[in-house]
């Protein structure tokens, strides 16, 4: 499956105080990839986002990181989306999921925000819910019967501990393992390997 040209946006929350927020793993995971092929990310005001390029064989590889804060990130989303005029199955989003265990993935074409603020947004932007997104697990929040709501929040802005970090770090480069197959690979090979992952059994 040769795009030519992969979209992929990270979501999580600009400023320095978010940084290693677990809502943050969009960002996380795209500094990595960038790093790993010397790019560097630079604002660019047109697309809401900070942004990078760079090659792998015959495609070109373009990250965004809104800029927008997570609740707008549909902002972002549809003015790289209009900019480019591209097929929305060129676009990947990668997100957090407290619905999933910490140390899953899974890739979805299409589907519901589950409750993620920065999906509701780009659902609601982009008018639909049929694009790709890539979910990686950071576990469910410690149940507190007082009041729920609050620990979602204080979960998802909670910073990564080490512990979770180790874990993550295995998510993070299996993903990006998949992400740079996109060049060659076809779709449902990577959904496969993306959904059929476990870290502890890697």
């Known amino acids: 499956m040769n795009h030519n040209e992969i979209f992929i946006v990270g979501l999580g929350n600009p400023g320095k105080e978010y940084i290693k927020n677990r809502h943050n793993i969009g960002f996380l995971l795209l500094?990595?990839?960038?790093?790993?092929?010397?790019?560097?990310?630079?604002?660019?005001?047109?697309?809401?986002?900070?942004?990078?390029?760079?090659?792998?064989n015959n495609s070109i590889f373009r990250l965004f990181m809104p800029d927008t804060y997570m609740n707008n990130s549909g902002d972002a989303v549809k003015a790289i989306v209009d900019w480019y005029k591209i097929n929305l199955d060129q676009l990947f989003i990668i997100v957090d999921d407290i619905d999933l265990p910490l140390?899953?993935?899974?890739?979805?074409?299409?589907?519901?925000?589950?409750?993620?603020?920065?999906?509701?947004?780009?659902?609601?932007?982009?008018?639909t819910d049929n694009f790709n997104r890539i979910k990686i697990g950071i576990g469910s929040p410690p149940f507190n019967s007082k009041n729920k709501n609050f620990n979602t929040i204080s979960h998802v802005l909670g910073n990564i501990s080490s512990q979770e970090n180790i874990t993550l770090e295995k998510v993070y480069h299996h993903v990006i393992g998949s992400l740079e197959e996109l060049d060659n690979k076809n779709e449902d090979y990577i959904i496969g390997e993306l959904n059929s992952f476990h870290s502890e059994k890697n």
């Open 103 to 127: 140390g899953k993935i899974r890739f979805r074409k299409k589907g519901s925000s589950g409750g993620h603020n920065g999906l509701k947004d780009i659902i609601n932007k982009l008018n």
């Open 31 to 56: 500094e990595i990839f960038s790093k790993k092929y010397n790019a560097k990310f630079i604002l660019k005001n047109k697309f809401k986002s900070k942004y990078t390029e760079f090659k792998i």
